[in-house]
């Protein structure tokens, strides 16, 4: 809420969360954080492990992990998933940039 009172508004809801995600990473001292290491955080902070691997990428005929990367997405993709992640992570970083 921070960063969208910051913002004034201007983002949604998934970006001023992922904006405020970084804000709190960023405070550690040292860290610049790439697209990746954010979208680790950005999951983290949905419950999930961007790094697990998924049951159907293990080839198993299901996945009953509640912290899998794909288990808040419809078609349980992981790879969409993480590619999702990324792209948020981006968008916020280019975002921040602007500042």
């Not at 809420?1 to 998934?14: F, P, R």
């Not at 960023?26 to 697209?35: E, V, Y």
């Not at 080839?59 to 899998?68: E, G, L, P, R, V």
Request: glycine fraction near 8%.
């Amino acid at each position: 809420m921070l960063a969208l009172a910051i913002l004034g508004g201007t983002v949604s809801g998934v970006l001023a969360a992922c904006i405020g995600a970084v804000v709190f990473y960023c405070l550690k001292p040292g860290r610049q954080p790439d697209a990746e290491t954010l979208a680790r955080v950005i999951a983290q902070a949905d419950g999930s492990d961007f790094d697990e691997t998924c049951g159907l990428e293990a080839d198993q005929d299901d996945c009953n992990s509640a912290t899998c990367i794909a288990c808040d997405f419809e078609d349980h993709d992981p790879e969409w998933a993480r590619t999702v992640y990324l792209r948020r992570a981006e968008a916020v970083l280019m975002h921040l940039a602007r500042w």
